[in-house]
Structures are given as structure tokens and as C-alpha cells.
């Protein structure tokens, strides 16, 4: 059975923000909406994977991403196996398509795929018939970040028509800015890029958005401030700059925020380099609300798990 003719989504997998249209974002973040809401009323949620088994292959580290999947999957009564790439097979040379072949063998309703390759999430969903979801590929897309980002300015700010977004770091290696550009341009937001032109990737400006290489110029009049980490695993010695010269020049302090509006909304995917791309009394203060993007990303996890796997479509006002 096609498995789009199951979900009310009309898709198999979700790979990337950039393959997601505007209605297929909303539902995800009214069903994501729906559970926090279930949440703060302590009211127990819909089980609607209990029986399913969700695998996850993550072959780089993780906190936020890995641990909310899990999460997502216990509160909709999913069970959830994660292997690694030194616990799976591949460490004795069997190939990741190879891999994703023999657990779909074992009949898990559903896999979610981090790898340090580009395209890899993509590759597996041509060749298995259950659903994918992309936890991150090498610096390509992030597309469950790029939603939680969403939930999360939604929850802030109301309406994305207009909003302006500033990303500001090492946009060139950046999956995140690569999902969250993507959304917030079908949502219908402003966005704007800053970092050193050495992080920039060349013609940025052909995905629609601004580019400036001076902060100060860059943050004035934005409504959200997206702080990125530098990849320090995908620089080359050329591309690296010291971690002083770096937030001296590109670090969001206090300093900077006199530079913003005074409702600036500040957001990083974690995890936070303190002291560099963001000064600690920012990451703690009331402007920040990067605590918030790692609570909702369990609820958007959950609608996708939801979703995908032929739950209904879910908002608040269908709360009983």
C-alpha cells in the first residue's frame, strides 16, 4: 500500500524543509501545538504509535535531536532502537544502504536517519518503502530543527507574513540555516544572513535572502536573531577563525542587542560555544529563548511520528 495514501501529510518522508509546502508546515505545527497543549493540561497523550517501532541511525553525536526523537516516540507509546555507527554493522564494512535494507527487513513502521553525508536520508527513502525522516545530513538540511525554529517563533511572535529573521554564523556549513531558509521563506518571512565572508557560501543572495558581513548593520531592525555554531568539524584550517577574533567580530553580546529591536527574539540550535557566538548573560537572559527551542522540538517530533505514520491531523481546537 502507497504509504502517502495513508497520512494526511500526502508524503512518504520527510527529508527537507525544502520539499515541504506551506500547508504541510502548518499541519505539522498545529499537530505540534495540539501535544504541548495536551502537555499543560497533564493530560495523557493519544498513543497513536503504540505497537510501532521506530529505528534511529545516528552516526553523529547528538543531545537535543536524538534524545527528543526518543521522547517523542515513549509519549505516543512508540519503542524506539538506536544504533550507532560503532554498535551497527557498517564499522565491519557493510554499507548504510545495506544496513537500511536489513532493518526494514525486521518491519519497524518507521526510520530516522542522522549521517554525516549530504544526500544520505534521501538515498535510503528511494530504497525502502517505510517512512524516513532526516535528523540531519552532513551540512544539507535539518528539516525537524527548521520546525521546532518554527513552533517556536510562532508561539512568539504570532504571524511569520513579514517576520525578519537574521542568521547569523557559519552559514556555509550550516544545515540548520539550509531547512530553517528554506521554511520561513515558504511561511512567508524576511530572511537575512551575517557571518565572515570566508562562512558565507558563494551567491548565497540566490536563495533569496540578504547577506551582510557587518553585525551591527545587519541585526538593526530584525525581529529574530538565529545565532548558528561554527562547525568546527566541517572547517578547513583556511576557514577557522580563533574563537576570540570570531566573537569579537560575530558574537552576540549585550553590546550587540543595543544595536536591536528591544523585542529581539534570540535563537540557537544548540549546542551553545559560550563566550563565543553568544555571550552567556544573552544565552541566559530574557530575550533568549533557546530553552524553548529544545522543548517544542519533542512536540514536533511527535506530530511528525504522528503524521507520518497515519494519526489524523490534530490542532488545538480539537481538543476535547
Do not use: W
Not at 512518504?12 to 504541548?36: M, P, R, V, W
Not at 544572513?193 to 547577506?211: K, S, Y
Not at 506530530?303 to 494519526?311: D, K, P
Request: hydrophobic share 40%; net charge neutral.
Amino acid at each position: 500500500m502507497d504509504v502517502t495514501a495513508r497520512n494526511v501529510l500526502g508524503i512518504k518522508s520527510i527529508l527537507g524543509t525544502e520539499l515541504l509546502n506551506k500547508h504541510q508546515i502548518q499541519q505539522i505545527l498545529d499537530c505540534a501545538f495540539y501535544f504541548k497543549a495536551i502537555r499543560n493540561t497533564k493530560a495523557p497523550f493519544p498513543k497513536s504509535l503504540a505497537g510501532k517501532n521506530a529505528v534511529m541511525l545516528f552516526f553523529e553525536p547528538s543531545t537535543r535531536t536524538r534524545s527528543s526523537f526518543a521522547l517523542a516516540a515513549k509519549n505516543l507509546g512508540g519503542n524506539t532502537v538506536v544504533l550507532t555507527k560503532e554498535a551497527s554493522s557498517t564499522g565491519k564494512g557493510e554499507t548504510l544502504l545495506d544496513t537500511a535494507r536489513t532493518i526494514e527487513a525486521m518491519q519497524p513502521d518507521v526510520l530516522v536517519l542522522r549521517h554525516p553525508s549530504a544526500g544520505s536520508p534521501h538515498h535510503i527513502d528511494r530504497a525502502l518503502a517505510i517512512p524516513v525522516i532526516n535528523a540531519g545530513d552532513g551540512f544539507h538540511e535539518h528539516p525537524t530543527q527548521a520546525l521546532l525554529d518554527l513552533m517556536t517563533l510562532k508561539e512568539f511572535k504570532g504571524n511569520f507574513a513579514g517576520l525578519r529573521v537574521l542568521i547569523v554564523g557559519d552559514i556555509a556549513h550550516s544545515r540548520v540555516a539550509r531547512s530553517d531558509i528554506y521554511a520561513l521563506q515558504t511561511m512567508g518571512a524576511k530572511v537575512s544572513v551575517c557571518g565572515p565572508p570566508t562562512l558565507l557560501p558563494p551567491q548565497i543572495e540566490a536563495l533569496g535572502v540578504t547577506a551582510y558581513t557587518d553585525l551591527r548593520a545587519a541585526v538593526r531592525d530584525q525581529d529574530v536573531v538565529m545565532v548558528l555554531r561554527i562547525q568546527l568539524e566541517r572547517l578547513n584550517p583556511a576557514q577557522n577563525p580563533s574563537g576570540g577574533e570570531y566573537a569579537r567580530f560575530y558574537g552576540v553580546s549585550t553590546e550587540t542587542l543595543k544595536h536591536c529591536k528591544p523585542d529581539v527574539l534570540i535563537m540557537h540550535p544548540g549546542p551553545v560555544n559560550r563566550g563565543v557566538e553568544l555571550s552567556p548573560d544573552v544565552v541566559d537572559g530574557p530575550r533568549s529563548v533557546i530553552l524553548n527551542q529544545v522543548g517544542n522540538g519533542v512536540f514536533v517530533r511527535m506530530a511528525i511520528f504522528h503524521l507520518l505514520t497515519g494519526g489524523e491531523a490534530l490542532h488545538e481546537g480539537t481538543m476535547v
